[in-house]
């Protein structure tokens, strides 16, 4: 499953994005870039478009502060939601007790795929899979839903077998930009992704509805 990523800080700009999706080929996530400016106010427009929601604000704090923040989100119409592995198990079961009661499921970031494996050995002192595999231990235990993690990770999550995966750093070609982790669809697909979360391959493009058939055919 395909998931479009709007961060675009103008309500306008993201709806334009929206518009121009299809719901029967892909997700939406929103993100804290344009939940931050028009949150509430756009998650009811994709919503109502017919769109499954993916909230990534990627929650990291106390237990009862996590908690009580996803309760504050459990109203809109969204599927799922990410939370950092690295606020530790009980972080983590606090996220599941807030979404008992609903079908929202809770996704945690391993190592965000922006960094490389330098960067994880000088904020972790773990190489990138050393890293990834402790948290989805710590994912396991707490029993969440899923990970988030690159789609070089994915090996290691294929050999928890309850644990769903989102994709990011998903490009079609090299774009030199800000991740570092990054992978084709199909590549990604290949080693066993559920969700691809592609962000600018199909928002940047001059043909959003053009882009996101071509991707979608292509993982078929």
């Known amino acids: 499953?395909?998931?479009?990523?709007?961060?675009?800080s103008e309500f306008g700009k993201a709806s334009m994005i929206i518009d121009?999706?299809?719901?029967k080929k892909c997700m939406v996530k929103i993100g804290s870039v344009a939940f931050n400016s028009s949150g509430h106010k756009l998650i009811h427009y994709a919503a109502e478009?017919?769109?499954?929601?993916?909230l990534d604000l990627k929650l990291h704090d106390i237990p009862n502060t996590v908690k009580k923040s996803i309760e504050g989100l459990t109203s809109?119409?969204?599927?799922?939601l990410t939370?950092?592995?690295?606020?530790?198990?009980?972080?983590?079961?606090?996220?599941?007790?807030?979404?008992?009661?609903?079908?929202?499921?809770?996704?945690?970031?391993?190592a965000l795929t922006s960094l490389s494996d330098q960067d994880t050995k000088n904020i972790y002192n773990r190489s990138?899979?050393?890293?990834?595999?402790?948290?989805?231990?710590?994912?396991?235990s707490a029993e969440i839903n899923?990970?988030?993690?690159?789609?070089?990770?994915?090996?290691?999550v294929k050999r928890r077998q309850n644990l769903l995966s989102i994709t990011p750093g998903i490009r079609l070609q090299s774009l030199n930009d800000d991740q570092k982790r990054v992978m084709t669809p199909k590549e990604a697909i290949d080693?066993?992704?559920?969700?691809?979360?592609?962000?600018?391959?199909?928002?940047?493009?001059?043909d959003i509805s053009k882009a996101l058939d071509e991707i979608y055919t292509s993982i078929q």
């Open 1 to 8: 499953m395909i998931i479009t990523a709007i961060d675009n």
């Open 20 to 23: 121009n999706l299809d719901s």
């Open 49 to 54: 478009k017919g769109f499954k929601i993916f």
């Open 76 to 80: 809109l119409p969204i599927s799922m």
């Open 83 to 110: 939370i950092h592995t690295s606020g530790g198990k009980n972080m983590m079961l606090a996220a599941m007790e807030a979404v008992s009661n609903t079908k929202i499921k809770v996704f945690g970031v391993t």
């Open 128 to 140: 990138t899979p050393e890293q990834v595999n402790t948290m989805l231990d710590l994912a396991v």
């Open 146 to 156: 899923g990970v988030v993690c690159s789609p070089y990770e994915l090996e290691l």
């Open 191 to 206: 080693l066993g992704a559920d969700y691809l979360v592609i962000g600018r391959p199909i928002t940047s493009a001059p």
